[in-house]
């Protein structure tokens, strides 16, 4: 049976066990709806999708959609190895509760209520790994969006590609704060609204997330000791760097046509044809036959390139009007001074390789007696050949050294290939024990409901069920035989719960057994590698300094921008010089407020720490977000983050209150007058200092004046998630 065929529907308005509104609602649930590094598409009602079956059939659990009124039981499909809820600030939420409220705070009837990543995981690492990872992007969703995160990490199928680990992460359109669904997260917004708010567009956004999907799957590969690396741009990108570096074998190998996904209806329609039978199947034999055909070719192609430049180069090359003829003579006889023809005496050149440092070696020279130059002193390679100085590593190949030698005792003993089985196994039993756990819920409340059905049964036929002793209606022995079978299956599942709890313990004895036989000899590495990592970060930091250079030549960055700051800031600097700070949020915010002080003159560093975080928080981004941007992106003292972060929002209030005065809004309270006194009266750092004083007063006095209050729209409100 295949997976999207496993699935039950239930319409609790309606006897029969598929109803008419269970059939429309499910009809395309199961099915993928949009690769990772292809696109994100929203989960739509107006697209018949409904948040509550997606994450049903993703998670392989029942939940009921209260909505419409059905149940979507998927406790039976195969193929689910880990699931997971994660929420800003380690909130504890409960997937029924959270996709129905998702659901129940739209109205519109083609409302968004979630969107969905599909993300292709490396299958050079193990269950374990691929969890962290996905764990890893999952907490980069909730923490940079604000929103609520269900992970769900399926195995390859069984008749598909082996290779083919895959995760679904669905996620709410609303920003999870409080425990309610508040307001659409930003990258939900269309992008007239993100340019009044000072972000980028939402394309740039998912640009942002490929570039750090890739990052983190190429940071756990590394971190595996795995060689493989993906590459989140585009063929057409890629060759064009390997251009850049004049990779030409890797250009040549790149100039191929991209891949197309099949998808699970042209792949059905492959698997039962028993040949490539669908037009996206073809076309993906086609690309792959591309692609075998230019990595074969690519050398050769390469070297015909390289041999086409030396041509051209030669055929630029002009001789001298004034060259002596015997210079295209050819080859010379050296038993044959005569052959030479004259040599002109002021000329040394003349007379070939001779040591520039001692001219005596050559000695009187006859025109017509070659032999009086005698032997000649070659030089000395010392005086001749300058000092050569190893160019520095690259920065990202030093880091991800240290990475390796920085790594824990705990995160090497991790890497043990027979403690990271045995952790896998673990991990798969916990899973199977959930499974049969909700699968012997499930049976238990199914056979429950099968001894109610027949006890209403009884009720209504009196006389049969009187009669039931001697012959028992075929109705009743239905209903009897159903409710024994739920009764065997919630006894198999109990069963095999706690044969896989006991499994686990066991692999957990043996774990700690093997571990112990291990300790000695990784801590005795990891002391050796502390000395090596000293040296690494040493030289990282003469790379990271050479980095810096290279990017102010290249930016043309003023000297006065910043003479005092370290190398590592340097190189932050000129990036906001260079208007090269692009993620979304708060360092583009910081990137504005930078353009905005330098337009001024010279460049004022805490200025524009306060000013772009007061823009970034005016944009719905929250503190740990700024404070993540200035610790990453701005150069200067990083003990004083906080610190201009308090300011921040200091200054983002003083504008709220201030634009709301220059919209014609009078204070409805004293303590509202006064504050608009402080604001307007002062300059931005007097009024700052007094704001930060009384920050939690002055944001209660705003909250309490209806004519400075933030408006709020209430249709954006949801339910509370219980």
Same mark, same amino acid.
Request: hydrophobic share 40%; aromatic share 4%; glycine share 6%.
């Given at each position: ?106 109205? #519109? ?10 993300? &292709? ?18 907490? $980069? ?8 995160? @269900? ?13 083919? +680990? ?22 939900? !917004? *269309? ?28 940071? &756990?590969?590394?971190?595996?000791? =795995? ?9 057409? @990108? ?18 191929? /046509? ?12 492959? #698997? ?5 039978? *669908?037009?996206?199947? =073809? ?19 390469? &070297? ?61 020279? @006859? ?10 002193? /070659? ?33 090497? !003993? ?19 024990? &959930? ?13 429950? *409901? ?10 209504? +036929? ?81 790379? $990271? ?6 990017? $102010? ?36 915010? !910081? ?8 337009? %001024? ?23 740990? +977000?700024?404070?993540?941007?200035? %610790? ?30 220059? @919209? ?59």
């Amino acid at each position: 049976m295949r997976k999207h065929e496993q699935g039950r529907t239930y319409d609790l308005a309606s006897p029969s066990p598929c109803g008419p509104s269970g059939e429309s609602k499910i009809k395309s649930q199961g099915q993928p709806i949009a690769i990772f590094h292809a696109s994100t598409k929203p989960l739509s009602r107006s697209a018949g999708r409904s948040s509550v079956a997606a994450a049903a059939y993703r998670a392989g659990v029942v939940l009921i959609d209260r909505r419409t009124g059905v149940i979507h039981d998927y406790t039976r499909r195969s193929g689910v190895v880990a699931s997971e809820l994660i929420a800003p600030g380690g909130v504890i939420l409960d997937r029924a509760e959270l996709w129905n409220a998702a659901e129940q705070a739209e109205a #519109r009837k083609d409302a968004r209520t979630a969107r969905e990543w599909v993300l &292709a995981l490396p299958a050079e690492l193990d269950d374990e790994e691929r969890a962290v990872l996905v764990r890893e992007f999952g907490r $980069e969703l909730a923490t940079r969006y604000g929103v609520a995160v @269900d992970v769900a990490i399926h195995e390859p199928d069984r008749e598909g590609d082996k290779r083919n +680990h895959h995760a679904h992460v669905l996620t709410t359109t609303r920003v999870v704060a409080g425990g309610v669904l508040g307001e659409k997260a930003s990258i939900e !917004l *269309s992008d007239t609204k993100r340019r009044q708010l000072g972000l980028s567009p939402a394309a740039d956004e998912v640009k942002a997330l490929r570039e750090c999907w890739a990052e983190m799957a190429n940071r &756990a590969l590394g971190n595996a000791g =795995q060689e493989a690396r993906i590459d989140h741009r585009s063929l057409a @990108d890629q060759q064009v760097a390997a251009m850049e570096r004049g990779d030409l074998q890797t250009a040549f190998a790149l100039d191929r /046509p991209a891949q197309t996904h099949v998808g699970v209806h042209a792949m059905a329609m492959d #698997r039962r044809a028993h040949y490539v039978r *669908s037009d996206r199947g =073809q076309k993906r034999v086609d690309a792959r036959a591309a692609q075998r055909e230019t990595e074969i070719t690519a050398e050769a192609r390469a &070297a015909q390139a390289v041999m086409a430049e030396w041509d051209e180069a030669a055929a630029q090359v002009v001789v001298a009007e004034d060259a002596p003829s015997w210079a295209n003579a050819g080859a010379v006889d050296l038993t044959n001074w005569a052959s030479v023809g004259p040599v002109d005496p002021t000329n040394w050149a003349s007379v070939g390789p001779v040591d520039p440092t001692n001219w005596a070696s050559v000695g009187p020279v @006859d025109p017509m007696n070659w032999a009086s130059v005698g032997p000649l002193n /070659p030089p000395e390679a010392t005086t001749m050949s300058p000092s050569i100085t190893a160019p520095p590593r690259p920065v990202d190949e030093l880091r991800t050294e240290a990475a390796r030698l920085s790594r824990t005792v705990a995160q090497r !003993l991790d890497a043990v290939p027979t403690l990271a089985a045995g952790r896998a196994a673990r991990r798969q039993l916990r899973v199977e024990a &959930a499974r049969d756990e909700q699968a012997y819920d499930t049976a238990r409340l199914s056979a429950e *409901s099968q001894a109610k059905r027949a006890s209403d049964w009884k009720r209504e +036929h009196p006389v049969r069920a009187m009669l039931a002793g001697i012959v028992k209606p075929k109705e009743l022995r239905q209903i009897e035989a159903n409710q024994a079978d739920w009764l065997r299956q919630a006894e198999q599942h109990k069963q095999a719960g706690l044969q896989a709890i006991d499994r686990h313990n066991e692999i957990r004895r043996e774990q700690a057994a093997e571990e112990a036989r291990h300790r000695p000899a990784i801590e005795a590495q990891y002391q050796a590698d502390q000395v090596q990592l000293a040296k690494i970060r040493a030289e990282l930091a003469v790379a $990271e300094a050479a980095a810096v250079e290279a990017v $102010e030549l290249a930016t043309e960055v003023t000297p006065e921008l910043a003479p005092a700051l370290p190398a590592l800031d340097q190189l932050r600097a000129a990036r906001f010089e260079a208007g090269k700070v692009e993620t979304p949020g708060a360092p583009y915010c !910081l990137q504005l407020a930078y353009n905005e002080t330098r337009k %001024a003159g010279q460049v004022d560093w805490d200025a524009v720490a306060i000013y772009g975080t007061a823009k970034a928080l005016a944009s719905d981004n929250d503190e740990e +977000h700024c404070a993540a941007a200035l %610790a990453k992106w701005w150069p200067g003292e990083q003990a004083r983050v906080q610190e201009l972060v308090e300011q921040g929002r200091a200054q983002a209030l003083i504008d709220h209150v201030r634009t709301r005065l220059a @919209d014609g809004r009078e204070p409805r309270t004293e303590e509202g007058r006064m504050l608009a006194a402080v604001v307007c009266d002062h300059d931005d750092a007097i009024a700052r200092a007094a704001v930060v004083a009384t920050y939690e007063t002055a944001v209660e006095v705003v909250g309490n004046d209806s004519a400075l209050r933030p408006e709020r729209d209430s249709e954006h409100l949801a339910p509370e998630l219980r």
